[in-house]
């Protein structure tokens, strides 16, 4: 048995649904550990492409898939999720997919309140993508939360939408905005319950006895190291944990069962939505990043904003995450570049820096300190033998392992699962 986390090492949409993926084939169990439907994981099987937002990627092979109780769950973009996913082929029964009943649930007024936070907040808006995931992990926190359990209760389930909605209507009358009626919402969970309770678990139960049962457990992350609520380009973050650490008490899974953990990170850089960015590149070669990479998010569609790869980043999300292997996607997507820039390091005000700063102004105004290497020009694409690599794009490779401290296990060349290159499979070595 050997459970593995796999994490983001960058800003997100690294790659990390195809890593999932290929892993989930030595895997008995995939669990989604944090976040919510704000994530997407793309995965191209066979020429039929799978955009994942809620589902953990193992559900496409079948595998017991389990949305922990970390996740915050819109269950009615669920239930319209799983019959996408359905209509694709892939058959979803509560044999295959688990929801912990621990999970908060988002509720339509997260969303709205989502979007009328973003409204307040003017030019400075984080960026969100509106799906009320803040909100809700808002509510969890202060103990006002609906849980998926919660929905098993009628009994009990009034007296906390009643309590939801003391505060909710409160803040809503404040912001002129039109109040919740409780019996609606009652009516909406009702209805909803009959869709969801027959995939809720106890989710920690369930992987406990799987471990005891010796299978192996794939811990899927969202989002990525420099979105984490604490370790992330605060403000500009997601509001959840999502480092390694966080596939335990998000799946109620103890330490001591994780064995290695997995980075992904894309050859070069992007992120989604505002906050610092060091290398991104506002000129024809980040257009043609973006271009070429089909750099526009799986769940908004927004452009994503592109640079060259961040050696400081990536190499304090592998300390922060305790990273073994990494996993580097898209290199076919630097074929046609002459030269090729990695940034190790900051200029901050005349000071070289070999971290990213947390404070505001600082980790806006860093200069990248870059180091250039010589292209390819050649392609990569499909390539699945590390033999047949251009030499540069070998030595591209082999400068990023010393810059970062880590062996680089996998390579992928295109959105098919097929091509990769498995230098180093977690799950032998």
């Not at 989502?114 to 030019?123: L, P, R, T």
């Amino acid at each position: 048995m050997t459970n593995i986390v796999v994490i983001g090492a960058q800003w997100g949409d690294e790659g990390k649904g195809k890593i999932v993926d290929l892993m989930s084939e030595k895997a008995d169990v995939v669990v989604r550990f944090q976040g919510g439907n704000n994530a997407g994981h793309t995965l191209v099987v066979d020429g039929v492409t799978y955009k994942l937002q809620l589902l953990p990627s193992g559900i496409v092979r079948g595998k017991t898939s389990v949305i922990g109780n970390g996740v915050v769950v819109n269950p009615w973009g669920l239930r319209e999720e799983m019959k996408r996913i359905s209509d694709l082929g892939t058959k979803i029964s509560p044999d295959v997919l688990k929801i912990s009943d621990q999970a908060t649930l988002i509720l339509p007024l997260h969303q709205e309140l989502d979007h009328m936070s973003e409204e307040a907040a003017g030019k400075g808006k984080i960026g969100t993508t509106g799906k009320g995931i803040g909100p809700a992990y808002q509510d969890k926190v202060a103990r006002r939360a609906i849980r998926v359990g919660d929905l098993a209760e009628p009994e009990t389930l009034r007296m906390k939408v009643d309590n939801l909605l003391l505060f909710h209507n409160g803040l809503r009358k404040g912001w002129g905005q039109p109040l919740i009626d409780a019996d609606d919402l009652m009516k909406q969970l009702t209805e909803i319950a009959d869709f969801i309770l027959p995939y809720a678990v106890p989710g920690w139960k369930i992987l406990a006895d799987k471990i005891d049962e010796g299978k192996a457990i794939l811990f899927e992350g969202a989002q990525a190291t420099m979105l984490d609520n604490d370790f992330g380009t605060y403000p500009f973050v997601t509001s959840s944990n999502t480092i390694a650490g966080q596939a335990a008490v998000g799946s109620g899974v103890g330490m001591k069962y994780i064995d290695k953990v997995v980075g992904v990170v894309k050859a070069y850089t992007t992120r989604v939505g505002a906050g610092p960015f060091p290398t991104e590149l506002f000129d024809s070669d980040g257009d043609h990043i973006r271009e070429k990479g089909r750099e526009y998010g799986t769940v908004t569609g927004r452009p994503r904003r592109c640079g060259w790869f961040d050696a400081v980043l990536v190499r304090q999300a592998i300390r922060v995450n305790g990273i073994h292997s990494l996993a580097v996607m898209k290199l076919d997507i630097l074929d046609e570049f002459d030269e090729i820039k990695v940034c190790v390091g900051y200029d901050l005000d005349g000071k070289k820096l070999d971290y990213f700063p947390m404070q505001f102004n600082a980790s806006a105004n860093v200069k990248p300190i870059y180091e250039t290497l010589p292209g390819w020009k050649s392609s990569t694409f499909g390539v699945r033998d590390y033999a047949k690599l251009p030499e540069n794009a070998k030595k591209y490779l082999k400068r990023l392992e010393e810059l970062l401290g880590v062996k680089i296990g996998m390579i992928s060349t295109s959105p098919e699962r097929e091509d990769t290159i498995i230098i180093e499979n977690p799950y032998e070595n």
